[in-house]
């Protein structure tokens, strides 16, 4: 069994920056694909970045330039950077975690920009 545990969210300014952290635990091995995803309201959950096992990655388009992602195999934790976040950026961001066929989500932390 794996457990995801999100942080991180909060209130922030246009322009602003927040981190993101996913902590997962479990049976976890180093071979996983692991990703961020949102959804606003009223809006499809949508990827906003992936890194696999060996730190490759992949952007939506939206926020290519200002989020990255990383992760640190040692301690089974995910992280998202986002500067310059944009209002269009408010959703709850939730963690994922693929093992083979088996797909894992934190419980979404909420992040808003507003001025």
């Known amino acids: 069994q794996v457990q995801l545990v999100g942080s991180g969210g909060g209130l922030v300014q246009p322009g602003g920056s927040l981190r993101l952290s996913c902590a997962a635990s479990g049976s976890i091995r180093s071979i996983a694909t692991m990703g961020w995803y949102r959804q606003a309201p009223g809006k499809q959950r949508e990827l906003v970045a992936a890194i696999t096992s060996g730190g490759s990655t992949n952007y939506a388009d939206s926020v290519k330039g200002r989020f990255t992602i990383s992760r640190d195999n040692a301690k089974n934790t995910l992280y998202l950077q986002m500067d310059s976040l944009k209002p269009e950026d408010t959703a709850v961001y939730y963690c994922?975690?693929?093992?083979?066929?088996?797909?894992?989500w934190g419980q979404g932390t909420q992040v808003t920009v507003s001025s």
């Open positions: 994922n975690l693929l093992l083979g066929p088996l797909s894992y």
